[in-house]
């Protein structure tokens, strides 16, 4: 199997993801640890998702969702 590679614009766009998420929740009071047990995650997954690597598509929804974070809001300086 072949590595698949992404341009550098995605890593910067996951980057730029990765801290509006760590910036809630900071501001929400949870620590990685605290947050991934309230959602039944590994810390590990909530670590990926604020370093820019890949997490399921649900795991970010509800991520998001208990971070009460607008998804507009993520994309918004996606051109």
């Given amino acids: 199997m072949i590595k698949k590679t992404y ?3 995605y890593h910067k766009k996951l ?11 900071i501001n929400s ?3 990685q640890l605290e ?5 039944n995650l590994h810390r590990n997954t909530l670590s990926r998702a604020e370093n820019g690597k890949n997490i399921t ?3 970010f929804l509800e991520l998001a969702e208990t ?4 998804l ?5 300086d996606f051109e």
Avoid at 15 to 22: C, E, F, H, L, Y
Avoid at 35 to 39: F, G, K, Q
Avoid at 67 to 70: A, F, G, K, T, V
């Fill in 72 to 76: 507009v809001d993520l994309f918004v």
């Fill in 29 to 31: 009071g949870y620590s």
């Fill in 15 to 25: 980057g730029s993801i990765a801290g509006i998420i760590r910036e809630y929740r």
């Fill in 35 to 39: 947050l991934a047990e309230y959602l």
């Fill in 57 to 59: 598509l649900l795991s």
């Fill in 7 to 9: 341009p550098e614009e």
């Fill in 67 to 70: 971070l009460e974070i607008d």
